[in-house]
């Protein structure tokens, strides 16, 4: 079966939806079309031209990159920097670039999911939880049509409360309604006051799906004007949102932990505070940039938070209460190559999928 670009962003959209990108970022299809056939894919965390040109040797016809090549607006392409470099030659050779960056960082299957299994930790909610990603709709529908309505907002996507599907408040009450000359009342005649047995629906859904719940709902609503509301909540869903937080299948002291760290994720060395002479059990990370998680992991009470690109006076900070711990940028992105292959993989067995074999940290060491 033949495989195109937008069948690809369709699964990985399923996957990490692209409204759930940080507002800097800039994620999905950065350069080519979405009806290009796709045979070979390459995966990278950076697309320097390096790794283009190692696209190019593998025949690939679509790059996915994590982190982007574009972040900022530009006004000209005229291959001053790497990036507009590889664009250009990407435009040349009919190559498609996509990226999936923030979204797949506050995804529950994203990120953290390949690093928790890898850490052997059994992860209980996000770190950071993202805000403002639940709505609430509230309709009215007559009694005979409350099932059809409703069942239609659970198939879109409503009605999802952690490991609960089906999740709905309904209460049956008196609808009125008087309609002038114009109408064409789906019950009653028009100019003439009705009331009506209604049945009340309230349902939660991801602020994402707001279209897909309102075309459902004015396709499956029988009436001609339809009484809803639509509320932004302040709930917050403890499985979306940014690093997590859990516990190892097997505690440790701080030693054989850092020790540990090092093997599983391949590191050359760890940056860390000093020690706090405890146990290590309730683990919080965040790969990537996560300076701004330490208050949340101490918040936790967590006994050790990792992440990368931490300051000289974090490591101060929080002397005793926590472990503080740097393995680098790179470092704690890398295995996100590992997670997307078999992600695609598992959902296009027709195309080949190839980890990008350059090495494209920025940061070298000299010991
Ligand atoms: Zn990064």
Redo the contacts with the bound molecule.
């Keep these: 079966m033949k495989v195109f670009v937008r069948d690809i962003a369709y699964r990985l959209e399923n996957l990490a939806p692209l409204e759930y990108a940080e507002s800097y970022d800039n994620v999905g299809l950065i350069v080519g079309s979405f009806h290009k056939e796709v045979k070979k894919v390459l995966i990278t965390l950076d697309l320097t031209e390096e790794v283009f040109y190692e696209s190019l040797k593998k025949k690939c016809d679509l790059i996915i990159s994590?982190?982007p090549i574009i972040f900022k607006s530009i006004k000209n392409i005229t291959g001053k920097t790497f990036s507009e470099r590889v664009i250009i030659h990407a435009l040349k050779n009919d190559i498609s670039i996509y990226v999936i960056h923030t979204n797949l960082d506050v995804v529950w299957e994203g990120t953290s999911s390949y690093l928790s299994k890898l850490l052997r930790i059994n992860r209980e909610k996000v770190l950071v939880s993202k805000k403002e990603t639940i709505k609430k709709l509230i309709t009215y529908v007559p009694i005979n049509y409350a099932e059809k309505v409703r069942n239609a907002l659970f198939e879109a996507g409503a009605g999802n409360i952690s490991n609960y599907s089906h999740c709905s408040y309904n209460f049956d009450g008196y609808g009125s309604y008087k309609g002038n000359k114009k109408t064409k009342p789906f019950l009653g005649k028009k100019e003439i006051f009705h009331i009506e047995k209604e049945t009340c629906i309230g349902v939660i859904f991801p602020d994402y799906k707001l279209d897909i719940i309102k075309k459902t709902l004015f396709q499956n609503h029988p009436y001609e004007e339809i009484a809803y509301e639509v509320y932004n909540l302040e709930n917050i869903n403890p499985y979306i949102g940014i690093g997590f937080i859990g516990n190892l299948i097997e505690n440790m002291n701080e030693h054989d932990f850092l020790f540990f760290l090092k093997e599983k994720m391949n590191l050359i060395y760890i940056r860390h505070s000093n020690l706090i002479e405890k146990e290590i059990q309730k683990v919080a990370m965040i790969p990537?940039?996560g300076r701004f998680g330490i208050e949340y992991a101490v918040k936790e009470k967590a006994d050790v938070f990792i992440s990368s690109d931490l300051k000289y006076h974090d490591f101060f900070k929080y002397e005793k209460k926590i472990l503080i711990v740097d393995i680098g940028?790179y470092e704690s992105?890398k295995f996100i190559k590992n997670l997307l292959k078999s992600f695609l993989d598992q959902n296009f067995t027709s195309i080949s999928v190839f980890k990008s074999e350059v090495h494209t940290n920025p940061v070298k060491y000299f010991y």
Excluded: I, L, M, P
């Design positions: 994590f982190h990537g940039s940028h992105e």
